[in-house]
């Protein structure tokens, strides 16, 4: 800015201005603040330093500088407000301070450009510079300051946000920082200058609320510039006996908003406070920030213990107060701010949870957001989106196809196949794990499915629409798992173009085996998750950690969960990622084995009591039907499958690329985890498994491992391809034609088929509406006399996906179906009753066998109902139900409960422990700007 | 061996993975996979069991087991008033019931509840002795030798077991073919009573008639009164015969060739050529006369059992190419006649009551063995159900015997099968005649399998 041509109104009269400088400990940046001084458009009228017991040396550097006569020496200890209480008592009266810090540098028009706005009013009683960064000199620190309902300072900057003019127009704030902070001299003295109880910290905000309630402004003024090295608030400068504690600068925050609250908002902030300090005390500690939830608790005590000091500080206020609360109310933060913060810690969290190649743990910031080359490489000679972020566009048309192939499916209500309609809220799921009766017909031993954990955390946030969780996760699982596949394929493959045609293929690879059509909610979730679990063990083998391993432990737990057999799966992975890498990563990999079998806890066991039952993924336990041939061609039988032919061109694709030596390794070590896909499906064919007292001799799907098997062969072509490249020009030509059968053959067929069928939306009508209005449970029966009958138990309107699991205990079920049996020979009254001890209170035979409901009918105290659809049954039972709901043994509560603790401090424990920030040394170069 | 050679030996090796691929698909292709089990239906103990009797004032009703039950429980119809004679669960009990009918519930692992009732009927309705079993509750009833004429006459006993509304479906068929009979459709018997329905209210002139009960609904037993003042005389009431198939067995023919007749019921849509074989006292032997019999399709046919068959205690057995339902009519005199029924072999214990009204003699216990030899174990008992004595039958392969149950004090007898056996019991009164084909009692019955799904 040209200082000299700016026409300023005040230098016909100028007004006296009093600077005050505060010093302790600043031998690090006084020769810099010192030099800064020199050269000023418009110089105080008078200096006066004050020096709190500085042992580094400033005092001789503030006395060569200003002289003896200006120094006043203040005890150790002193606050800031304090030391410029001292510093006035000896300085001549004038119509300005300018409070000054050790650690803060100025400008030559600093000190005019704060007088240009503070004489632009008459009201205006306080200004602060537009502060920026030092040493960076470029990031911008504040411009006005204001607080929070929780009592965080806000500056309303992002972090690390350069100062590009945009905040250069004045404007009205709550405070200002009390570093390079221009205060008329009669206010000040009208307010009795800063609060003696904050002696360092939310002084300047304390201020200048009491400022703004006393009918005063404060403002920026940007055309002033300030570097600040904020050296107590970073730990930079050198602490002596008489400093402060860390936590003091939490618990001036509560004072500070505890002593300006007006009244009937303080009784809520007191307890407000109170309790999310605790609150802020466990997230700190979940956050793996020891420290600060040690001063948040010390802040808190000191706090809460002084009220008279608090009585006297909200006295005070009371006595200079001239505007109402309402009046400045526009000065404070907005509300959601707090909640903003809350949200973006999530965020990065849940970053570093889905992104391990993306975290550096070191340093105070935990987390650093990768720029994804791919997304962030633009190519200025091209104007389409497609030539410069491909990847993107890909996703995108995905996205849309997803999009249309999930037609009439978007109504929140997916169900159909083996997946079971979403509950009615997200509280559905939580008490499935943690409520005390489970109303699913027959009391139970079974325990909740763990996959109902993260279910119910992801439905939260959409509390009454839960079914959109579900609807997300099957109607975009293409998206999903080539975006996952993708950041996999950034790691094992430097060729963009093969990678995308990789990922893309693999994802829809998902919905060739049928397993979206089909409901296989398990599979979907599973096959997302897999290049994740690949992709963190990738990241263990090259930076070998017990983080990393840990969280693979948890992406394996979490697919298991969705679909038991990926931990077999993963720990034949294991061993192969053992056999590739040796003892370097042993240590790691038994973490990463041990810690899904905690995850999965006692509902692993339970699954695992009879090993095959690990085919039961999430929902129905809808038995497979795929054939030996569909499962080499990576089929797994059933409706929604796309023809078998696609997946030819992978095969042969597959075993070319073993003949390259060069890309060998690689490819042999997909072959091996296409092979141990294989091997599980065609397994698969040829075992049954039964559930817990439920469904018995069951065919497992096997679209996960067939899945693995093509991924493996489609990873080991991938692999090949910088070999592939040095190939004569029709071989090449003729190799991608193949590989492009896969992805645009199956493309065509998902887009033009659809996600539907079986899978639907909207009600499942497992029962009439008005069975589902009885109280009691209804008991379906379907099947014949000759070729048995089957039956199942239902509350309300039918179970929803994780109740499948909750399968009734050996006792009930065996007890039940003793009744039934004697209902279909020849039913008594005490069979009927048995019922109705059971909770039934009606009897639905879908499509009912002429036999099965003669015998019904002869049964007596059952009275025939009409039934809404055509060749069903209904009965009532004249008993009335005594047993609706299912207890819950109690030591299933406190197993959910565990079960969720063990997955929240496992997710804790992955994120990278923070530590209070270690002195920045200063950058020279940096420096040397200032000095310029 | 050069490197070079080397070098292709280490390629060689890669086919190690396709080869193990192809190992693992030959080895899906050639291992037993699991495949489901059929699961046909199996026997359970029956722990309750209902059964209804016709009452009247001239008709006596006995309940009696093969075990003793926990409890019973009887109602009389209409009113559902209890009678306590008949609610002892460990006894044999008689009790004349004054109403319409009656209900006896009774409960007890496999005891094997049975009743019967017995009477003689008055002169104006044909007069005759009465003896037959109460039924339990009834799936499909087909009757045979029924009347809707003036001088043979039969009426349809039905008994609602349920408190809730059942429905049965009737068709009638006679030796013209089936007939239309308006109302026979839908007919609903109110809640615990009997409802009685004379056939001429359905087809009113019909000598011969057939009739299918088939229960649309609820819960309810069915039984006939059949009385006739004509050429054959009396009163009988008629069980259910087998319903219609290829192969079966009448047995329970008393001595006499006199007076039988062999009704057939074709009720498919071609005719049936039926063949009959007599299970004699000496062996089994096709009487001329009885070969390829035709029954047109939709109809009923009565056939005279020739003199060629024998007039000693034996069997019919039937062979057709299509499903048929028969029975046979024995009227040795013209005072009184009998129907021997198409029953199904004995499967279990079955009780032969002889305390069942005053002044019925010991009764005739006819036993056929179709197939192989068999033999029966015929126990007797007083009321109390103490065993009085015991006796083992043996009848030779494709033969039938008889023999007298004849023990002072026995109120009646449990007749054990070893093998296959067709069994019926005779009762003669003076003039009266009547047979009662043995059904084992309800100590277990087929059920399906049943299981959980989700």
Same mark, same amino acid.
């Given at each position: 800015m040209d200082e000299t041509s700016t026409t300023r109104h005040w230098l016909d009269d100028p007004p006296t201005v009093g600077a005050i400088l505060v010093s302790h400990n600043g031998a690090t940046w006084l020769p810099k603040v010192l030099a800064s001084f020199a050269h000023m458009f418009y110089a105080p009228t008078t200096w006066r330093v004050v020096d709190v017991s500085s042992t580094d040396g400033s005092a001789d550097l503030l006395r060569d500088s200003f002289g003896a006569e200006r120094i006043t020496y203040a005890a150790s200890g002193t606050g800031f407000g304090e030391a410029v209480r001292l510093g006035l008592e000896s300085m001549p009266h004038t119509d300005w301070i300018w409070l000054l810090h050790d650690d803060s540098s100025v400008l030559p028009g600093t000190l005019s450009g704060l007088l240009d706005t503070a004489t632009s009013a008459p009201d205006i009683a306080a200004v602060g510079p537009k502060i920026r960064e030092w040493p960076s000199l470029r990031r911008l620190l504040e411009v006005g300051l204001t607080i929070t309902a929780t009592g965080s300072r806000e500056t309303g900057l992002e972090t690390g946000e350069p100062d590009a003019g945009q905040h250069d127009r004045p404007r009205d704030v709550l405070a200002v920082n009390t570093a390079g902070m221009l205060i008329r001299r009669d206010v000040w003295d009208e307010l009795n200058g800063l609060d003696p109880n904050l002696r360092l910290y939310f002084d300047d905000i304390d201020f200048g609320w009491r400022v703004a309630r006393a009918g005063y402004r404060t403002m920026t003024a940007p055309a002033a510039v300030l570097f600040h090295a904020e050296s107590s608030r970073r730990g930079t400068r050198t602490r002596t006996a008489g400093d402060l504690p860390h936590w003091e600068e939490r618990r001036a925050a509560i004072y500070t908003l505890l002593a300006n609250s007006p009244m009937p908002r303080f009784l809520w902030q007191y307890v407000r406070l109170f309790f999310g300090s605790l609150l802020r005390v466990v997230g700190l500690l979940i956050g793996k920030d020891p420290e600060a939830a040690s001063d948040e608790l010390l802040a808190l005590r000191s706090a809460y213990t002084h009220p008279f000091k608090l009585i006297k500080a909200r006295r005070r206020r009371r006595a200079t107060a001239k505007r109402s609360h309402r009046a400045i109310r526009h000065l404070l933060a907005p509300f959601w701010l707090p909640y903003q913060h809350g949200f973006d810690m999530v965020r990065d969290t849940a970053t570093a949870l889905i992104k391990p190649e993306a975290v550096e743990s070191v340093g105070r910031r935990s987390t650093t957001l990768d720029q994804a080359p791919d997304e962030t490489e633009d190519l200025d000679d091209g104007p389409s989106l497609l030539q410069r972020r491909p990847w993107l566009a890909t996703v995108l048309v995905l996205i849309v196809l997803s999009v249309i192939a999930g037609r009439g499916l978007f109504g929140g209500g997916l169900h159909g196949g083996a997946l079971l309609p979403a509950p009615g809220s997200a509280g559905g799921w939580w008490d499935l794990l943690l409520g005390a009766r489970h109303d699913v017909g027959l009391p139970s031993e079974t325990l909740a499915p763990v996959f109902a954990l993260p279910l119910a955390v992801l439905a939260t946030p959409v509390w009454f629409h839960p079914g959109l969780v579900i609807t997300v996760a099957m109607v975009f699982a293409v998206p999903l798992a080539a975006l996952t596949a993708h950041r996999f394929g950034r790691q094992i493959s430097s060729h963009r173009v093969p990678r995308m045609v990789w990922a893309v293929s693999y994802a829809l690879c998902v919905v060739a085996t049928g397993a979206v059509s089909q409901g296989r909610l398990g599979t979907v979730v599973a096959l997302v998750v897999l290049p994740i679990i690949a992709n963190t063990a990738w990241q263990l083998a090259e930076k070998p950690g017990w983080q990393l391993a840990l969280r693979l432990g948890i992406w394996i737990a979490f697919a298991s969960a969705f679909a038991p057999i990926v931990l077999p799966m993963s720990l034949g992975g294991l061993l192969i990622l053992w056999y590739a890498e040796g003892r370097w990563v042993r240590g790691q990999l038994v973490v990463a084995a041990v810690v899904p079998l905690v995850l999965l806890g006692p509902w692993l066991a339970q699954r695992a009591l009879r090993p095959w039952r690990t085919w039961w993924e999430a929902g129905s336990p809808l038995p497979g039907s795929a054939t030996v041939r569909e499962v080499v061609l990576g089929r797994a039988g059933g409706p929604g499958a796309a023809p078998e032919w696609l997946t030819v061109g992978v095969l042969v694709l597959a075993l070319v690329a073993l003949v390259p030596r060069r890309t060998r390794t690689g490819v042999l070590l997909s072959w091996l985890v296409a092979l141990l896909g294989q091997g599980a499906a065609l397994a698969g064919t040829l075992v049954t498994y039964s559930t817990h007292a439920g469904p018995a001799d069951i065919t497992p799907w096997v679209g996960i491992p067939t899945v693995v098997w093509i991924g493996g062969l489609l990873t080991a072509v991938l692999l090949a391809v910088p070999a592939a490249l040095s190939w004569p020009r029709p071989a090449l030509t003729a190799a991608v034609v193949v590989a492009l059968v896969l992805p645009v053959g199956t493309l065509g067929w998902w887009v033009v088929r659809g996600d539907a069928d079986p899978l639907d939306d909207g009600r499942?009508? #497992?029962?009439p509406v008005f069975l589902a209005e009885r109280p009691g449970d209804t008991l379906i029966l379907t099947g014949s006399i000759r070729g048995g009958v089957d039956y199942r138990v239902v509350a309300g309107d039918g179970p929803f996906l994780g109740q499948e699991a909750v399968t009734a205990s050996s006792a009930e079920a065996s007890r039940l179906t003793a009744i039934v049996r004697r209902v279909l020979a020849q039913a008594t009254t005490a069979d009927i009753d048995s019922l109705g001890e059971l909770g039934i209170d009606s009897i639905y035979a879908p499509s009912a066998d002429p036999e099965v409901s003669r015998r019904i009918d002869a049964a007596p105290r059952l009275s025939p109902a009409g039934s809404d659809q055509p060749g069903s049954r209904v009965w009532t039972l004249a008993p009335q139900p005594t047993n609706d709901a299912a207890d819950v043994p109690w030591w299933h509560r406190g197993i959910g409960v565990l079960q969720a603790l063990a997955w929240f401090v496992a997710i804790v424990l992955t994120a990278p422990v923070r530590r209070r920030a270690a002195p920045e040394p200063l950058d020279d170069q940096e420096d040397a700007e200032v000095t310029a | 061996m050069s490197q070079r050679q080397r070098a292709n030996m280490k390629d060689l090796r890669i086919l190690v993975l396709p080869f193990a691929a192809v190992a693992l698909v030959l080895l899906a292709l050639v291992a037993p996979s699991s495949s489901e089990s059929g699961r046909p239906p199996s026997r359970v103990i029956v722990g309750e069991a209902s059964y209804a009797c016709p009452a009247g004032s001239v008709i006596t009703v006995a309940s009696g087991q093969v075990r003793a039950g926990t409890g019973a429980k009887a109602n009389i119809f209409p009113g559902r008033a209890r009678d306590a004679e008949l609610e002892k669960p460990s006894s044999w009990r008689t009790s004349v019931v004054d109403g319409s009918g009656v209900m006896v519930q009774q409960a007890g692992r496999a005891s094997g509840p049975v009743g019967f009732f017995a009477g003689t009927a008055p002169k104006k309705g044909g007069g005759g002795l009465v003896v037959g079993s109460c039924p339990g509750v009834v799936d499909d009833a087909w009757l045979l030798g029924l009347g809707s004429g003036g001088k043979h006459f039969s009426t349809l006993i039905l008994t609602n077991l349920a408190d809730t509304p059942a429905a049965v479906d009737l068709s009638l068929w006679g030796p013209k073919g089936k007939i239309d009979a308006v109302g026979s459709e839908g007919i609903v018997v109110g809640p615990s009573s009997v409802r009685r329905i004379r056939l001429d209210e359905l087809a009113a002139g019909e000598s011969e008639l057939a009739m299918h009960v088939h229960r649309r609904r609820g819960s309810l037993s069915a039984v006939v009164n059949d009385s006739a003042t004509t050429v054959f005389s009396g009163t009988e009431p008629v069980s259910a015969t087998l319903s219609p198939r290829r192969k079966q067995v009448i047995g329970g023919? #008393?001595?006499?060739?006199?007076?039988r007749t062999l009704m057939v019921l074709n009720p498919g849509a071609d005719t049936a050529r039926v063949s009959v074989k007599v299970i004699g006292a000496k062996n089994t032997f096709a009487p001329s006369g009885l070969d390829q019999i035709k029954v047109r399709a939709g109809a009923t046919r009565s056939i005279t059992v020739p003199k060629s068959a024998g007039s000693g205690a034996q069997a019919l057995q039937l062979t057709s190419d299509q499903p048929v339902s028969a029975t046979v009519r024995m009227a040795p005199s013209a005072k009184d006649y009998a129907y021997a029924e198409a029953v199904p072999a004995l499967t279990g214990p079955s009780v032969v009551p002889v305390e069942v009204g005053p002044k019925i003699g010991a009764p005739r216990l006819l036993l056929t063995a179709p197939g192989a030899a068999a033999t029966v174990d015929v126990q007797a008992y007083d009321s109390s159900m103490r065993r009085l004595a015991a006796t083992t039958v043996k009848i030779k392969a494709g033969t039938t015997t008889w023999t007298r149950l004849e023990t002072p004090e026995a109120a009646y007898f449990v007749v054990t099968p070893h093998g296959k056996v067709v069994a019926a019991a005779t009762y003669v009164k003076g003039d009266g005649i009547s047979s009662l084909a043995l059904t084992p009692a309800p100590v277990t019955v087929l059920s399906p399998q049943v299981r959980p799904v989700s």
């Open positions: 499942d009508n #497992v029962v | 023919l #008393v001595q006499g060739a006199q007076g």
